[in-house]
């Protein structure tokens, strides 16, 4: 981005895209991350039930493992799907950018709404637990921060794409 000459203003629609741009462009990185995190849980979890699944006869269809894979695995796809969005509108031009603006915010709303029911399969898995084990409420405790993050982050998408159109 070339700087403004002195005196000269930027439209607020630009300077609002411009920003948004900015914000897209730092949270890019944003989303790599909650792809690398939601593997990494998703990984954890299937490692516990298959340990558990050995360990204990009675934990093996245990719905509470189950919903915690079920919704790592889930947040896992819409971190990616967030990420190739957000990939694909930075590598846009601002005219094209402003073309995809309603599909990219429209996908980020389907996300978000995929996102909060992983929520809800989260919290059945933290309900459904028959006799807490520590690694299963290790694996929960990490799971949640990350969650709520990605679900912040996308509202916060959401609300910049809205703030623009």
Same mark, same amino acid.
């Given at each position: 981005?070339?700087?403004?000459?002195?005196?000269?203003?930027?439209?607020?629609?630009?300077?609002?895209?411009?920003?948004?741009?900015?914000?897209?462009?730092?949270?890019?990185?944003?989303?790599?991350?909650?792809?690398?995190?939601?593997?990494?849980?998703?990984?954890?979890?299937?490692?516990?039930?298959?340990?558990?699944?050995?360990?204990?006869? !009675?934990?093996?269809? @245990? /719905?509470?493992? $189950?919903? #915690?894979?079920?919704?790592?695995?889930?947040? =896992?796809?819409? *971190?990616?799907?967030?990420?190739?969005?957000?990939?694909?509108?930075?590598?846009?031009?601002?005219?094209?950018?402003?073309?995809?603006?309603?599909?990219?915010?429209?996908?980020?709303? !389907?996300?978000?709404? @995929? /996102?909060?029911? $992983?929520? #809800?399969?989260?919290?059945?898995?933290?309900? =459904?637990?028959? *006799?807490?084990?520590?690694?299963?409420?290790?694996?929960?405790?990490?799971?949640?921060?990350?969650?709520?993050?990605?679900?912040?982050?996308?509202?916060?998408?959401?609300?910049?794409? !809205?703030?623009?159109?």
């Amino acid at each position: 981005m070339s700087p403004t000459p002195a005196g000269t203003t930027v439209p607020n629609k630009n300077k609002t895209s411009v920003e948004a741009s900015a914000t897209l462009e730092k949270r890019e990185d944003s989303a790599a991350q909650f792809v690398t995190k939601f593997i990494n849980h998703h990984r954890r979890c299937v490692s516990l039930a298959k340990r558990f699944a050995v360990d204990d006869a !009675d934990i093996k269809d @245990s /719905a509470a493992l $189950s919903q #915690l894979c079920r919704a790592s695995k889930e947040m =896992l796809e819409q *971190a990616k799907g967030a990420r190739a969005m957000t990939e694909i509108y930075l590598a846009l031009d601002e005219k094209h950018r402003d073309a995809i603006r309603p599909i990219i915010i429209a996908r980020f709303k !389907d996300l978000s709404k @995929s /996102a909060h029911a $992983s929520w #809800l399969r989260f919290c059945d898995s933290t309900r =459904l637990a028959p *006799a807490p084990k520590h690694e299963i409420e290790s694996a929960q405790e990490d799971f949640e921060p990350h969650a709520r993050e990605f679900h912040e982050t996308l509202q916060a998408f959401i609300a910049l794409g !809205d703030k623009i159109t």
